[in-house]
């Protein structure tokens, strides 16, 4: 009875886990989830006691992290090595992404020495030191341990024709005044600017004034409509003049809005835009020039 | 912006069309404004709404 429960408890045990891993590697291909799940139901397969498996395997989150750390989506089929390999969790530093692990060959693993702490954690380390691994097929060729070379190991090496990696951490550069050109920035500014934004702030509230003015007219002569005038054709008379004077009014209080915000304003972001890059000037561009 | 200035200028153009038909349909129909005007003077006083108007600018003007 006990052996019955505990076996129920480990496959849905295993069942959870299983669904709950594919829920968390929804940011792979479909390919790569499907390879990814099948190895691991491949290993909860072999795994004599399957409870203790989920012990050392831990949370699925922990084995997501572990699996989309340092993934690229594969277009060509995954070797078959790689997918009895557990990934590599702590090998990768912050901010880098780390190269696929090179498998390495059982034939030069020294018998009864333990695999590196470094590849896995503390409790896959356990598992697999005391779970034999499956016998793999003669006719498997056998992958190349070191088939690339990865930059960075070159960089620490201080292999000076290796490149460099493309990530930079270095902080951002500051970019340096140059105290005349913001002299020279600040007197055209006060002299030119400052007045053209306030003729063109003006020219806008003028066109403001015009349309609300003209819109006002025009409710006003549609409202004189109803001011005792009892002749139909009157009545329509101020009604159309009305209608004629506040449709004028619409497009220029309009014209007024887009003349404060395309010119006006534009002007203004274009002033600070020229002057943040005049006055400022980067390295990187002192050393193209 | 654009799509803005679209929708103003055909809301514009109708109120203009409708206007434009309603004036000249009066037009049609004999409207007179000099009647208009009587009644209009008749209701509101706006030569006394001018001459204020009018006193209030030179009042601004003074201060300036």
Do not use: H
Request: hydrophobic fraction near 45%; charged fraction near 20%; include cysteine.
């Amino acid at each position: 009875m006990t052996i019955s429960m505990n076996w129920e408890e480990t496959v849905i045990g295993r069942q959870k886990f299983i669904a709950e891993l594919a829920k968390l590697l929804s940011g792979m291909t479909a390919r790569d989830r499907e390879s990814t799940l099948a190895k691991y139901n491949d290993m909860f397969d072999k795994a004599g006691n399957e409870e203790e498996l989920l012990t050392n395997l831990g949370s699925p989150t922990r084995v997501a992290i572990c699996e989309l750390r340092g993934y690229i989506p594969s277009e060509e089929p995954e070797p078959e090595s790689a997918s009895s390999e557990i990934p590599d969790c702590q090998a990768a530093p912050d901010g880098l992404i780390e190269p696929e692990p090179t498998p390495e060959p059982l034939s030069e693993e020294p018998a009864g020495e333990s695999p590196p702490a470094t590849d896995v954690s503390d409790g896959l380390v356990e598992y697999f030191r005391d779970t034999p691994r499956p016998a793999e097929p003669e006719d498997e060729p056998v992958p190349d341990p070191a088939p690339e070379e990865s930059p960075r190991d070159g960089a620490e090496d201080g292999d000076p024709d290796t490149p460099e990696p493309a990530f930079d951490r270095s902080a951002p550069e500051k970019p340096r005044p140059i105290a005349g050109r913001i002299i020279l920035y600040a007197a055209f500014g006060i002299l030119v600017c400052i007045p053209v934004t306030a003729v063109l702030a003006a020219l806008s509230l003028c066109l403001l004034a015009l349309g609300a003015g003209l819109l006002s007219i025009g409710i006003f002569t549609v409202s004189l409509s109803f001011a005792g005038i009892s002749v139909f054709a009157d009545i329509m008379m101020l009604i159309g003049a009305g209608l004629v004077i506040g449709a004028l009014g619409v497009p220029v209080a309009f014209l007024a809005v887009w003349v404060f915000l395309r010119l006006t304003v534009g002007f203004v972001n274009l002033i600070l835009r020229t002057g943040a890059k005049w006055c400022y000037e980067n390295e990187k561009e002192e050393s193209q020039t | 912006m654009k799509k803005a200035w679209r929708i103003v200028l055909i809301l514009t153009l109708s109120v203009l069309a409708l206007g434009g038909i309603c004036f000249a349909l009066s037009l049609i129909l004999g409207a007179d404004l000099v009647r208009i005007s009587d009644a209009v003077f008749a209701r509101y006083d706006l030569a006394q709404t001018i001459l204020n108007v009018q006193n209030l600018i030179f009042k601004i003007k003074t201060i300036f």
